[in-house]
C-alpha cells in the first residue's frame, strides 16, 4: 500500500491537514531493514521515532535476569519508539525485525522540524503512548493475578482486535505469531501454550496453522477470557 495512505489513516494522523501530512514526510527518510537484525537495543538513547509501511517488527524486552518477554508485535500502518519523542529517554525495548521491512524514519532533528509545524502530532503521539503504557500494565496485572488460559484468551482476543481478518473459517490473527511469541507475552511455557491451544483446536474454538492461529468461535474464547461457565463441544 502507498505510505501517505498508511500514514493518513493511521489514527494519530486522522485529525492532520493533507498540508501537514506532507510536512511529515518531507522530514522523514525512507530506510529497509532485513529480517534477522534490530533497529534498536533496549537502554539505547531514544533519538528515533518510526513508522512501519511494509513488513514485520518485534518489539521485545529483556529481564535482568536475560528472559526475553514479547511486549508488542508492529503491523504496517504503524507507529513505534514514540518515545523518542521523549528528551533525554532511552528505549525500554529491542526492536527485531523479523521480516524484511521498509520504514520512514523520523530523526530528533526532524522530530524538532515536524513538532514545530504540526504540533497536534505530539499530542496525538502522546495519547498513542499513554495507551500503550495502559495495555503493558493491563498485561502485567493480569500475569499477576490470573490463570494462564484467561490470559492466553484475552491475548488472542487482543491480537484480534488489532489484526484480526474475517475468513470463512473465522477471525484470522493476521500476524506471523508462533507458539513461543504467545508464551512470551503471557509470561508461561511454551509447552503451556501449546497444549491450551491444541485443547481449544478440540473444541473447536480455534483453529491453530504454522505461525498462525484462526478464533472459530469467538464466544467461547470470550467466556474463557472472561471466567465465565460454557459447555464445551
Known amino acids: ?9 493511521n489514527s494519530l494522523l486522522l485529525d492532520i491537514s493533507e498540508e501537514d501530512l506532507l510536512v511529515l514526510i518531507a522530514n522523514s527518510l525512507q530506510i529497509k531493514a532485513e529480517a534477522g537484525s534490530y533497529l534498536f537495543f533496549q537502554g539505547d538513547p531514544a533519538d528515533s521515532l518510526y513508522f512501519l509501511t511494509e513488513g514485520h517488527i518485534r518489539l521485545i524486552s529483556f529481564t535482568p535476569e536475560g528472559q526475553q518477554v514479547l511486549m508488542h508485535v508492529v503491523t504496517p500502518g504503524n507507529f513505534f519508539a514514540i518515545i523518542a519523542l521523549v528528551p533525554g529517554s532511552t528505549y525500554p525495548v529491542s526492536a527485531e525485525v523479523t521480516l524484511d521491512s521498509t520504514l520512514l524514519k523520523w530523526s530528533k532533528n526532524s522530530l524538532q522540524k515536524v513538532l514545530k509545524t504540526v504540533p497536534v502530532f505530539a499530542l496525538q503521539a502522546m495519547r498513542l503512548m499513554s495507551e500503550r503504557l495502559q495495555e503493558y500494565q493491563q498485561r502485567f496485572k493480569e500475569i499477576a493475578t490470573q490463570r494462564v488460559e484467561r490470559r492466553l484468551a484475552r491475548t488472542l ?7 484480526g481478518v474475517k475468513s470463512n473459517e473465522g477471525i484470522v490473527i493476521n500476524l506471523p505469531l508462533t507458539r513461543q511469541d504467545l508464551a512470551e507475552m503471557i509470561g508461561t511455557t511454551l509447552y503451556t501454550v501449546s497444549r491450551f491451544l491444541s485443547h481449544w483446536e478440540n473444541q473447536g474454538i480455534i483453529l491453530s496453522r504454522r505461525e498462525k492461529v484462526i478464533i472459530v468461535n469467538s464466544h467461547l474464547l470470550m467466556c474463557i477470557a472472561e471466567d465465565l461457565p460454557y459447555s464445551e463441544a
Open 157 to 163: 482476543i487482543r491480537l484480534a482486535s488489532q489484526s
Open 1 to 9: 500500500m502507498d505510505k501517505n495512505l498508511l500514514l493518513k489513516n
